[in-house]
């Protein structure tokens, strides 16, 4: 089955830096992978997804993330983060099916 | 449009007793999932409706955990005997189709207590 790694459990950069959240996943096939991100009090809203063609894909909110087959990640990246970017950030990798696992996710403050 | 809502938004309830917790989709949404997710981790699978049926309930725990959806729209998890375990936040999902492709949307979960 399907796995995902989150190496980060809290990141903390400053306002007007950039942003880099680490994700590595485990599954035999070419995976479906996504990046959501979990405000206080809020449900989970999907930044971005891949499923295949441009290993670079682009999301809401100026983020995007990269899929490297070759070391199994899909790291999320912002070149610029707000203050209204922090929030608890979440991997998933889903099989095809409905089976979709998460990783333990990575919670982002932004220093003003 | 409407999202996903649930009701109610905090549940606290002791030990032993059975709670009901409910998933309102959004229309025309024949995908349904709950899902569990505990301090600190990331949100687990618990099972999934096609329509009225449940086509995969693998991540139900153990049998103290039911759900259903009988007329394919609105969604009951149904926690018999709670445990301190149980408590986590209970989230609910709904897609336009079931499978990858679609956009899960997410509701703002059910937050359980047991006491």
């Known amino acids: 089955a399907q796995s995902v790694t989150q190496p980060d459990i809290h990141i903390t950069v400053s306002e007007g830096a950039s942003l880099e959240l680490r994700c590595n996943y485990s599954?035999?096939?070419?995976?479906?992978l996504f990046w959501y991100v979990q405000s206080p009090g809020q449900g989970l809203q999907l930044l971005l997804k891949?499923?295949?063609?441009?290993?670079l894909v682009q999301g809401i909110k100026g983020f995007e993330a990269e899929f490297k087959r070759s070391q199994s990640s899909f790291n999320l990246r912002k070149p610029s983060v707000h203050w209204s970017d922090a929030a608890e950030y979440f991997c998933?990798?889903?099989?095809?099916?409905?089976?979709?696992?998460f990783g333990a996710g990575t919670r982002l403050t932004v220093k003003p | 449009g409407a999202g996903v809502s649930q009701t109610p938004s905090n549940k606290v309830t002791e030990k032993g007793k059975y709670v009901e917790l409910r998933c309102d989709p959004i229309?025309?949404?024949?995908?349904l999932y709950w899902y569990r997710q505990s301090l600190g981790q990331g949100p687990e699978f618990l099972i999934y409706?096609?329509?009225?049926?449940?086509?995969?309930d693998s991540g139900l725990p153990n049998d103290r955990f039911f759900a259903v959806r009988p007329e394919g729209s609105v969604s009951t998890l149904k926690i018999q005997r709670t445990e301190r375990g149980d408590s986590a936040v209970y989230l609910c999902?709904?897609?336009?189709?079931?499978?990858?492709?679609?956009?899960?949307?997410f509701g703002p979960g059910t937050r359980l207590t047991v006491t």
């Open positions: 999902a709904s897609s336009f189709s079931p499978g990858n492709s679609y956009e899960q949307y």
């Open positions: 599954y035999g096939a070419t995976p479906y």
């Open positions: 891949y499923f295949s063609g441009d290993t």
């Open positions: 998933a990798v889903g099989a095809g099916n409905n089976d979709m696992r």
């Open positions: 229309s025309g949404h024949t995908a």
């Open positions: 409706f096609q329509g009225t049926g449940a086509a995969d």
